[in-house]
Structures are given as C-alpha cells and as structure tokens.
Nanobody, 128 residues
Framework: QVQLVESGGGLVQPGGSLRLSCVASGVTLSSRSVAWFRQAPGKEREAVSAISRSAGSTYYADSVKGRFTISGENLKNTVYLQMNNLKLEDPAVYYC?????????????????????WGQGTQVTVSL
C-alpha cells in the first residue's frame, strides 16, 4: 500500500521559513516524479514545484522561484520543500504527489493527472 505523509506546515509571519516533508512508504520516490501542489480556499490547485531525481531536474512555478527549493533524501525516502521568504499569497494546503517517471517531465510537471498517489496535505499559514 502506497502512502505519502506530509508534515512541516504551520503558522509563520511574512518573510519566515518552513520546510515541508513528504515521507513515502510502498513506493521509492527517487525513481519517480514527485511534485508539491497547493490549494487555497476558493482557488484551484496549483503546481508549486517538482523533482525528477533520476533526471536530475527540478521545476518551480514562477511565483515561488528563488524562494522555494525542492530536494530529496534517498535513505529516508523523503522529498522536502524548503520555503523561504514566505508571502501573504503563499497560504494554502500543500500536497505532495508522486507519479511514474516520464520523458519530457518538464512539459508535464504541472499536470495533476500525471500523479497517481497523493498525500493528505499540510496547512501553511502566513499571517502578520
């Protein structure tokens, strides 16, 4: 049984930092595509960042480029999202998702239908 468990969310002030973790069981993240999505109330789910470690590639939405960093740790079968300089527009439930490794991942990483396993989400709140 595949399970993804996110953690690390919380409440921070603007400019603060959080590190989200996505721990997997039943699947090896290092051989798959892994992405972080977020969904704020009343908004559509949007892709934030993705990693294909087998290809050595990472991807970021323009809104988070330069502030967020995605990485993985093989021994812990975990993918992280380091979020720095958080802004008032970043609050959302953040979800980890994984899908099969695909060619030309850079063209598809934002497509949620490409991911067949999802975590339950972790809440990120940014407030003064």
């Amino acid at each position: 049984q595949v399970q993804l468990v996110e953690s690390g969310g919380g409440l921070v002030q603007p400019g603060g930092s959080l590190r989200l973790s996505c721990v997997a069981s039943g699947v090896t993240l290092s051989s798959r595509s892994v992405a972080w999505f977020r969904q704020a109330p009343g908004k559509e789910r949007e892709a934030v960042s993705a990693i294909s470690r087998s290809a050595g590639s990472t991807y970021y939405a323009d809104s988070v480029k330069g502030r967020f960093t995605i990485s993985g740790e093989n021994l812990k079968n975990t993918v992280y999202l380091q979020m720095n300089n958080l802004k008032l527009e970043d609050p959302a439930v953040y979800y980890c998702a994984t899908g099969p490794r695909v060619a030309s991942y850079g063209a598809y990483w934002k497509d949620s239908s490409r991911y067949n396993y999802w975590g339950q989400g972790t809440q990120v709140t940014v407030s003064l």
